[in-house]
């Protein structure tokens, strides 16, 4: 009955979460090279066009799928109660394309939940930047700071160049910008069933 619960609260979370398992699984049964034609590559491009959302539910590796996925179910849900469905689909949406443009304005391609999961998550956190939910009792506000300091240094020092940095930050960008409009509409209401 919990799960039944839980899906109705939060049908898109539970939605992007059975898509992303779904194309992991083919991928991982069978060979990557099988999902290859939802990844976004620049120069597949305007033949692909659905690619600028399809990949972000395409990931090929454990630890990629378990990191986006963790932070689709444990704070996604959350954004989703707070928003609503409506709203919390669009903040997805948004951030994959986000995501996406970021990868063709540097002519490269990309796949994963990431810049979703930035959008989320920084949605969350600056929604609730002094409450401390995360270890050794520090406030919200740390995580996404760190994240985009992180991710800038990324970029500017070379680090891990094969991580999304852009898109991380496209997706973080789009989260406080809805949250920017839309925290006046979150539905506390939620919070107290």
């Given at each position: 009955?919990?799960?039944?619960?839980?899906?109705?609260?939060?049908?898109?979370?539970?939605?992007?979460?059975?898509?992303?398992?779904?194309?992991?699984?083919?991928?991982?049964?069978?060979?990557?090279?099988?999902?290859?034609?939802?990844?976004?590559?620049?120069?597949?491009?305007?033949?692909?066009?659905?690619?600028?959302?399809?990949?972000?539910?395409?990931?090929?590796?454990?630890?990629?799928?378990?990191?986006?996925?963790?932070?689709?179910?444990?704070?996604?849900?959350?954004?989703?109660?707070?928003?609503?469905?409506?709203?919390?689909?669009?903040?997805?949406?948004?951030s994959i394309l986000a995501g996406?443009?970021?990868?063709?304005?540097?002519?490269?391609?990309?796949?994963?939940?990431?810049?979703?999961?930035?959008?989320?998550?920084?949605?969350?956190?600056?929604?609730?930047?002094?409450?401390?939910?995360?270890?050794?009792?520090?406030?919200?506000?740390?995580?996404?700071?760190?994240?985009?300091?992180?991710?800038?240094?990324?970029?500017?020092?070379?680090?891990?160049?094969?991580?999304?940095?852009?898109?991380?930050?496209?997706?973080?960008?789009?989260?406080?910008?809805?949250?920017?409009?839309?925290?006046?509409?979150?539905?506390?209401?939620?919070?107290?069933?």
């Amino acid at each position: 009955m919990v799960i039944i619960e839980k899906i109705k609260q939060t049908p898109i979370t539970c939605t992007f979460l059975l898509l992303s398992v779904l194309v992991f699984l083919v991928a991982r049964i069978t060979e990557p090279e099988n999902v290859r034609f939802l990844a976004l590559d620049y120069n597949e491009l305007p033949q692909r066009w659905y690619t600028v959302i399809s990949y972000g539910v395409v990931h090929v590796e454990w630890y990629h799928i378990l990191i986006n996925m963790v932070i689709l179910v444990f704070v996604g849900s959350w954004v989703e109660m707070l928003l609503g469905s409506k709203r919390y689909i669009i903040l997805v949406v948004t951030s994959i394309l986000a995501g996406g443009l970021s990868l063709i304005l540097r002519e490269t391609g990309g796949i994963g939940f990431s810049a979703a999961g930035a959008g989320i998550l920084f949605y969350y956190y600056f929604a609730f930047p002094w409450e401390r939910e995360l270890p050794l009792n520090l406030p919200n506000i740390v995580l996404p700071l760190a994240i985009m300091i992180l991710s800038v240094l990324a970029i500017v020092f070379g680090w891990l160049p094969s991580i999304g940095h852009y898109p991380h930050i496209a997706g973080a960008l789009t989260g406080v910008i809805f949250l920017m409009c839309f925290h006046k509409k979150h539905n506390l209401m939620a919070f107290n069933d």
